[in-house]
């Protein structure tokens, strides 16, 4: 400081520089991986199908009505097997 008394001049703004640019990569880093996050469970949820509001996945009628028909034949099995 002897020789160049003014050379707080330059490294003073040169370390608050350094220190923003750094500080900068950090934020960017973590915004990336967020985002990043979020599009893999956007890309998730297309891939699992369509869901209604509460969080099911919708059943057609005749999907039903098959389930129906094969319980009727299982309770008449069980019927038929069941000692009396």
Known sequence: MEVYPHAWLFFVPFILVSA????????AVI????A?????GEETDKQAGPETKDGELPVSKD????LHRELAEIKA?????SPR
């Open 36 to 40: 990043n996050l979020g599009a893999d």
């Open 31 to 34: 915004v990336d991986t967020m």
């Open 63 to 66: 999907e039903i009505e098959r």
């Open 20 to 27: 923003f640019v750094m500080l900068n990569l950090f934020v």
């Open 77 to 81: 099995m069980l019927r038929e097997q």
